[in-house]
């Protein structure tokens, strides 16, 4: 079965600091597409980054960067420099057949001051 | 802006009541899909539609259905609800392959249901 697993429900880091959550997943394809979304406490879900299967270099996007190690099917998503505003759940998504995620179970992060 | 619109943020129903949730987009996206959000539970797939009048069942469709009569409309019915119902309910929609690398979900901003 397709599986998406965050191994850490809950994580604390210290404001301006890097942290980094987890993610691996499982599939046999070949080609599929792996994501992270941010979930305020408001609710929306919101696109942080993208990293295809066949992409030889790791994701960024400002802060964010994906740490692909395809060999262990992980996925990680790394924060550099924490702010406060970056305290909310965190969903790691791969997409397999083109049009269905599937998701982990989140990573709530709390930024300290 | 693009964006998926939920009509609701905040619904409160009672039990035996028949609901429905609506989902908008404005992005002419083919596919269309709700996921339900539980504490420790992720995201799981309720139902699915990859084009107008075309519905998939996902991971958890009892208890629920869908209607998908125009392209940027995409409607979750709960025919009798139960409080086992009371979740968080998200819409998602997104592009067929080919229309870039990055074809990902956006999502509305959810509706939470309670069943009372």
């Known amino acids: 079965a397709q599986k998406i697993t965050q191994t850490q429900p809950g994580m604390f880091v210290q404001e301006k600091e890097a942290v980094t959550l987890d993610c691996t997943y499982d599939?046999?394809?070949?080609?599929?597409?792996l994501f992270w979304y941010k979930q305020p406490s408001s609710g929306e879900m919101i696109f942080l980054i993208y990293?295809?299967?066949?992409?030889?270099q790791n994701a960024t996007e400002g802060r964010y960067s994906l740490n692909f190690q395809k060999a262990r099917k992980s996925a990680n998503l790394v924060i550099s420099a924490s702010q406060l505003g970056d305290s909310a759940m965190y969903f790691c998504?791969?997409?397999?057949?083109?049009?269905?995620?599937?998701f982990g179970s989140g990573t709530k992060l709390n930024v300290k001051p | 802006d693009v964006k998926v619109t939920q009509s609701s943020r905040y619904l409160v129903k009672r039990t035996g009541e028949k609901v429905f949730l609506e989902c908008v987009q404005d992005?002419?996206?083919?596919?269309m899909f709700w996921y339900r959000q539980d504490p420790g539970l992720g995201l799981r797939l309720i139902y699915f539609?990859?084009?107008?009048?075309?519905?998939e069942k996902g991971d958890i469709p009892e208890g629920y259905s869908v209607s998908r009569e125009k392209k940027e409309r995409f409607s979750l019915i709960l025919e009798s609800a139960s409080t086992n119902q009371t979740s968080m309910y998200l819409c998602?929609?997104?592009?067929?392959?080919?229309?870039?690398?990055?074809?990902?979900?956006?999502f509305g901003s959810g509706t939470r249901l309670t069943v009372v």
């Open positions: 599939t046999s394809d070949q080609s599929y597409g």
């Open positions: 539609s990859y084009d107008v009048k075309m519905k």
């Open positions: 992005m002419d996206h083919e596919n």
């Open positions: 998602a929609s997104s592009p067929n392959p080919g229309r870039g690398a990055n074809y990902g979900y956006t």
């Open positions: 990293q295809g299967s066949y992409d030889e």
């Open positions: 998504a791969a997409l397999y057949n083109f049009n269905k995620f599937y």
